[in-house]
């Protein structure tokens, strides 16, 4: 009877009216029917008060569309989030940024407060774009901090987890600068890792740390880089046979190099490949040595040999040899 007698008064004369009534379901938690009385009352921003007082905020946003211009409630809103943010209640500040589209705070705010998580997953909802970069950034921050197994998720999950093998390799981290090679890069990533560890332990030991994981491919082609070739030979027939050939034939190469031609040649037989021998003995001009190699294993061979003879006399302008050797190829 109240309510039907303050209808038919003047908006003036009823509106104090209509507050204490609706003061009353709001002390009560009668909200929705508080909000009518706010409402009929002409106080709309009072309801709007009264749901965010009571942290009833999509009520509030609902109502505040209806009698707010969309830059009182942004403000609204954004004095709300910012209060919440500095009590520490970051989900309920996240609520209020995201709805009026403040994603940026709701991201910068996580960021400020160390709360990673968070900020990817808004960045992975609303900034795919720059989900990458994000990772990136983090992950500097956190190798910067000394968090390193932070820093490498983020690394890898920003698909840079060539970084996080760098920081760990920089820290003399080796066995999780291996980890993440094999467990992202495979096969290949792996032994390169492991001669860089190598080779920053030297010689001997570089050897031995390569073993001690099992390692064994790495092993050979780092005892072969450090020309460790006695060394590379042993791993070989003990576990890796089938790496012999290439270890007899970078042994050879060095010795040929150090003029050493006698045991180059040994140990181009024994990789297999006369050939480089013959080669080897053709280019010194040695043709005796050149010929007894080709004849002992490759005797399609020696007739190549008479030609460059030929051709070498030819060169020096020895004709009649050069007749010679061409009617003997």
Known sequence: KAVTFLDSLESGQSKKYYREIAKHYEDTKSYETAEKYYVKGGMPESAVEMYTSANLWDMAHKLALTCMTEAEVKTL????????????????????????????????????????????????????????????????????????????????AGSNWQTAVNMYKNNDMWEEALRVAKQHGGA???NEVAKLWARSVGGDAGINVLMKFGLLEPAIDYALSIQQFGR?????????????PEVYLKHAMALEDQGNFAQAETEFIKAGSPKDAIDMYSHQKDWLNATRVAEAFDPPAVLEILELQAVHHFHAKDYKQTEKYFLLA
Request: proline share 0%.
């Open 77 to 156: 809103y954004l004095r709300e989030a910012q209060r919440l943010e500095s009590q520490g209640n970051h989900k309920e500040a996240e609520k209020m940024y995201l709805t009026i589209n403040e994603t940026d705070q709701a991201i910068n705010m996580y960021k400020k407060a160390h709360k990673y998580d968070d900020m990817v997953r808004l960045v992975g909802a609303f900034r795919k774009d720059l989900l990458e970069q994000t990772h990136e950034h983090l992950g500097q921050q956190l190798e910067n901090e000394g968090k390193l197994k932070e820093a490498e998720s983020h690394y890898v």
């Open 188 to 190: 290949n990533s792996l």
């Open 232 to 244: 590379a030979e042993e791993i070989c027939k003990a576990s890796l046979k089938k790496k012999l």
